[in-house]
């Protein structure tokens, strides 16, 4: 169990406190960021000050260069809560301690602050502590999640001050650098320096590892008619809630077939994003064989999606497109959406 002991709990809650009173959010805007490096792992957490709108309180932990490429495209505009607020939802790797109303708190939330023995009075006063994942339901803290995030804390009551006598100490010199805080042993003590690095680069490997049924793909060949048909597919979130037996809460993707020309909806189906390329592949080859027929042409806005479906495409000469925006699919993805949440609710 990786369960936050009782004294790890007073200890990140009593940090929150004193960066409620410290009030960061009156010289520092959420365009700030500054990292912090994790003893544990020396993975970075780049952090934000939340609060200078007046709305929301509290410190946002940006987990790894992941977690801060969402985070830029969210304040470059290329996701945003006017466009599809569960998409910026999803978008998120991060630690997010905030301050709520009473009535915002659940009741293992109350129930931690009960034992703890604390009392906290009126509007943005109650300290509430998440971890965002893509795919997943906003979900509590683990314990390497609230000893990283006291840390975080712990040094953002280091670097606020600073900011707010030197306003351009975390202005970046060179594009790719950021000011973070690094941990540095000393004897049986760490103490903290400052260092501009840069980020973790990203290598995303795509290994389509699916073994094809060579008598499947033979009873297509025979069975299946060529047409002119352009299918238009894509896999996305859908904002309804599912949660399986030991996990914390997920949203299922949806995979949605569509033809570009009649707008006929040839598929849907809904699956796990952990363990979803065999999925995929399987729902391509099954929407051939439910119809019998092979279009001339597959069209997709996600690379990944056409890695997975390539050698399929290849054996079966059809086309594939990379597109930035959809003809018909993106009116028939509002639509189930709606259908599949009526009455769902998500934070």
Not at 183 to 207: G, H, S, Y
Not at 263 to 269: E, M
Not at 276 to 287: G, M, W
Request: aromatic letters at 12%; hydrophobic letters at 40%.
């Amino acid at each position: 169990m990786n369960t936050p002991s009782i004294e790890e709990w007073k200890e990140v809650y009593k940090l929150a406190m004193e960066f409620k009173e410290m009030g960061a959010w009156n010289w520092m805007s959420d365009s700030e960021v500054f990292g912090v490096q994790n003893p544990a792992n020396g993975e970075i957490g780049y952090c934000c000050v939340l609060g200078g709108a007046g709305e929301f309180f509290g410190l946002a932990v940006y987990l790894g260069t992941e977690g801060l490429n969402a985070y830029l495209d969210l304040q470059s505009g290329r996701i945003g809560i006017k466009n599809d607020p569960f998409e910026v939802l999803l978008s998120k790797k991060c630690l997010v301690m905030s301050f709520e109303n009473k009535s915002q708190l659940s009741k293992e939330d109350l129930r931690v602050i009960k034992k703890l023995g604390l009392v906290f009075k009126g509007k943005h006063a109650w300290p509430q502590f998440r971890w965002y994942e893509p795919g997943y339901y906003p979900w509590y803290l683990n314990r390497d999640h609230v000893i990283f995030l006291s840390l975080c804390l712990n040094q953002a009551k280091d670097v606020a001050p600073r900011v707010r006598k030197e306003p351009d100490l975390l202005i970046r010199q060179h594009g790719d650098l950021y000011f973070v805080r690094v941990p540095r042993q000393q004897d049986n003590n760490i103490e903290w320096t400052d260092a501009w690095l840069k980020p973790v680069e990203l290598q995303k490997v795509v290994r389509v590892t699916y073994d094809f049924d060579t008598a499947q793909l033979k009873d297509i060949e025979t069975t299946a008619s060529r047409t002119d048909m352009e299918w238009e597919i894509d896999a996305f979130f859908v904002p309804m809630c599912v949660r399986e037996k030991d996990e914390k809460p997920h949203y299922p993707l949806a995979f949605l077939c569509v033809d570009r020309t009649s707008d006929f909806i040839l598929s849907v189906h809904l699956a796990h994003h952990a363990r979803y390329e065999r999925d995929f592949i399987d729902y391509f080859v099954n929407i051939i064989k439910e119809h019998k027929i092979l279009p001339k042409k597959i069209l997709i806005k996600k690379q990944e999606l056409g890695t997975y479906l390539e050698p399929l495409l290849e054996k079966f000469s059809i086309e594939l497109n990379l597109v930035t925006k959809f003809a018909v699919l993106d009116k028939a993805r509002r639509s189930l959406s709606q259908e599949l949440t009526k009455g769902e609710k998500y934070v």
